[in-house]
């Protein structure tokens, strides 16, 4: 059974639920000063917004288009248990709407040069949980970048600030394939994954580095990007692939814990958009609501992208596309809400 060196993995990620006012409002009650949040409305359309605390108020990823940095003022400020928004502004904070964030703890906004790469970075690191955000500035070349977690990263999400772009990411499971490296998922679309070493020069993340190509999407020159790169931690996070069934009883993807957070995308096929899924969002049924984290709708508890949060997994009872097609192979990420077995050796309830 899966052991884990996190107690608690409230400590380190949450993902706190809100409804939207006309004023200022302070998210409160987290186990941490979180600093990247990635705030989706999930009672109807809206963008989502990703903002972190090393690139600071004002600069907003909104991975839902072709955007450059967003310069509103979303977040008004990370406090010591949580975070403030501005009042009566869409996306995050506007009257009556509901909301939920995925927040993950770094470093409380205390940053350190990093000079591991052949391009100098800055970052902001918990080993513990696996997790750094990075700040570079690109040079129009193929390079590496130190990420400074001390182990390889599973995934990786980058984004050039500077240009409208889409963000591209990585995910190294070798579940289907035996160079993960050679491939890239773009966010705000319903693509596959591509092949091209202009996004991660082909190669592999180091327990120090990652490598970019030459693309202006990870390397543009004197241009600001940022990344976010993830380690995976047993009984805490998880990233991979699984396969569709096409029916109800879906596959049964292990993660070692009780999964808080998941989102999902096809990666064999062009017909899907990015999806995450909450447990416990109030009225949306077992496992919380399907949200679309990048391409907006409006969501109900109707949907038919059905997914089962157990013990130790996660299961997707659907049939809908953008989970689990037949044959379709889908790309993961999940964070745990309850280990499978804790740091004391004691069983989680099962579902």
Known sequence: MAFTTIAKSSDHFDCPTWTGSDSTTTITGMGFKP???????????????????SKGIGFNWIPSGNNANDTTNYVASYTSDGFTLTGNIANTNDASD???GACWKANGGTTSANSDGATASVVQVNTTA???????????????????????????????????????????????V?????????????????????KFNDTAPTSTVFSVGS????????????AYCFAEVQGFSKFGFYSGTGNVRGTKVYCGFRPKWIMIKTSSNGNGDFVSKVSGLTGYGTGGQRTRSILFNNND?????????????FRCASTDQDVNEENV?????????MPMVGTNGITALAT
Do not use: C
């Not at 359309?45 to 605390?53: A, F, K, M």
């Not at 035996?178 to 202009?198: H, R, V, W």
């Open 35 to 53: 600093d990247s949040l990635w705030i989706r409305r999930y009672d109807g359309g809206g963008h989502p917004v990703l903002n972190d605390s």
């Open 98 to 100: 509901k909301y939920v």
């Open 130 to 176: 696996g997790f750094s955000i990075v700040t570079y500035t690109g040079g129009g070349a193929a390079t590496t970048i130190g990420h400074g977690l001390g182990v390889a990263p599973k995934a990786i999400f980058v984004k050039n600030t500077a240009i409208a772009d889409r963000g591209v990411s990585l995910n190294m499971s070798t579940v289907y």
């Open 178 to 198: 035996s160079d993960p490296e050679t491939d890239n998922i773009q966010f705000a679309g319903t693509s596959g994954s591509s092949d091209g070493d202009d």
């Open 215 to 226: 693309s202006n999407m990870v390397s543009g020159n004197t241009q600001a990007h940022v």
């Open 301 to 313: 508890s109707t949907t038919n992208a059905t997914v089962q949060f157990e013990s130790n997994g």
């Open 329 to 337: 192979i889908y790309w993961y990420m999940a964070f745990a809400e």
